[in-house]
């Protein structure tokens, strides 16, 4: 700060001095305003980051990642059993399988067995046209059967297909589990509950962090409030400069006998000391709250800085996470194998349904067939009692009954296996309904994971960021506002320079007409705050009107006409 020298100074000169100081204080306090708005703004992006820390450590979609986690060591520790289920629903998988190829089977070779009792008969009864027709259509028929039966066949290969990939699947899994059960979805348990404390202790560093912000935001607030006093001040030597002004307007009035102008000034300049007095006075103590209100803002700004080291959170979370990812890698072959045997399990069951819907109109089919044999065997043997030569021709028609029951008997059986696998198809699906896919659920929790993680691991550095930067406008700002707190001695030194200026002058004459009846009423004008209408109410002569004072309870911060900075 520039030393300000008053010996031998004028009015003028302590004038231009005290303009100085104004403009001084007018331009520091406004940067003081400046740097605690932009700290404010730090605080409030503070707040802004550390907010969204929880929400990044959720998943969206299963919500806490911890459970998440816990849900697939669940299903990873429970696989023994569930494999036990699974092959229990599906033991009568084989065996129905089994059933429909003998079925099938038996069916062809029924088939095969018509066609050539019809081919027999076609050639017995050569002249019996009706009966050659009859056999015909038989042929016909069994050839329409023959070619669904081959559909049928195939379907039944693809469940046989099926069930083996299913029992390859489950044979890989029995071992993936015989190697790394029941350990690891332990350590993925564990994994878990470190999960949430990690999570646990990021939230709350980020609230803690957070509730620092909130009360710095607030102690910044209260501070840039009071920087007011810089602007206070200011307008308060700007009067004094501009009564000083005054005065000398009226000492430089030629028409004025040098007794008055000197009374005048010795009533006048008392009064501004007054007034540098009193400015002074609010100036030291209001600076002086200020600074220390920055000062304490210190220690909560050392704490948002250092939460991080103080065990308020994870150091990072990059170690967490590798020990979580090793725990993943290592069941990632299980997951794989789980998959694997869910989707086999999952397209056995879609082949049964398929299957079965098939096996409904085919075994329609075949007892339709049956009917319509047993009635073409009937008709043979009508019609071949009008030949002559018939015994050939009954036997062949006794031979094609019999068989006609034997597709009934193979009919009955397919439907029996056909319930069988109806039954285990709708167990399967319902014991599907609520079980997740791991590999698929880790994939999608390692990823929120990560980026919680580094969202949380950001959110803090910011905050520490942030916190440095406002300790540093802090150190910054309380240095300046201590130099500026000594303007208070210098204006309290240029009121007694002025108050001496005045001592032992003469007394006022009285009189209407004098300077200081049209002097002091415009100095009253000057004013827009209440300490200095108080002070100038001591200063008033008898019969002067007295200047309002605003009532008690309003405070200066309310009388400012100017607006602060």
Known sequence: MTTVTLEACTTADHARTLAGLAAGLDHSFVQAGIALGDGIAV?????????????????????????????????????PDEQAIRRATFGGAAPAAKLLVDHVAEIHQTLRLLGIYAMNVKV????????????????????????????????????VTSLGRINAAEQALTAECARILPAAPIRLGDQATALRGYRQGAVDMARRSGELAGTIRTQ???ALGALQIGDSTRQRLEHVVTALAMLDQVTADTTIDPDTIRSTECHVLPLLTGQLHAAADDFDREATSVVAALVAIVPQADALRDIRGDGGSPDGGDGFLHDLEASVAEIEALTRRLRSADAETEAAVTTIVRLVDAMVSRTAMVRRL??????????????????????????????????????????????????????????????????VDPGTMLTSLMNAIR???????????????????????????????????????????????????????????????????????????????????????????????PVHVEPAGMDDDDLLDDGLF
């Open 451 to 545: 980026e919680g993680a580094v969202q949380s691991d950001r959110a803090a550095e910011a905050a520490g960021d942030a916190a440095g930067r406002m300790l540093r406008m802090l150190a910054t700002t309380s240095a300046g506002l201590r130099d500026k707190i000594r303007v208070g001695a210098t204006i309290r030194a240029i009121g007694d320079r002025l108050a001496a200026s005045a001592a032992d002058g003469p007394s006022l004459p009285p009189g209407d007409h004098s300077p200081i009846h049209t002097l002091m009423p415009a100095i009253a004008r000057l004013y827009t705050m209440a300490a200095e209408r108080e002070v100038h109410q001591r200063y008033l002569l008898p019969g002067m009107a």
């Open 220 to 222: 910044v607030g209260a």
């Open 43 to 79: 605080t409030d992006r503070i707040v802004t980051a550390l907010a969204g820390v929880e929400a990044a450590l959720d998943d969206g979609v299963a919500g806490n990642p911890g459970d998440g986690l816990v849900t697939v060591a669940a299903r990873l520790a429970g696989l």
């Open 124 to 159: 017995i009864a050569m002249g019996a046209p009706d009966l050659v027709g009859i056999m015909d259509e038989m042929t016909a028929r069994m050839e329409v059967g023959e070619t669904d039966i081959g559909l049928f066949r195939a379907e039944i290969e693809l469940l």
């Open 370 to 435: 049956q009917r319509h044999v047993q009635q073409l065997a009937f008709n043979i043997d009508l019609k071949s009692r009008r030949l002559a030569s018939n015994g050939g021709i009954i036997v062949a028609a006794d031979h094609i009954r019999r068989v006609a029951n034997q597709l009934d008997n193979a009919a009955i059986g397919i439907t029996a296996a056909i319930d069988t696998l109806e039954t285990i198809a709708r167990t399967v699906r319902a014991a599907n309904t609520a079980t």
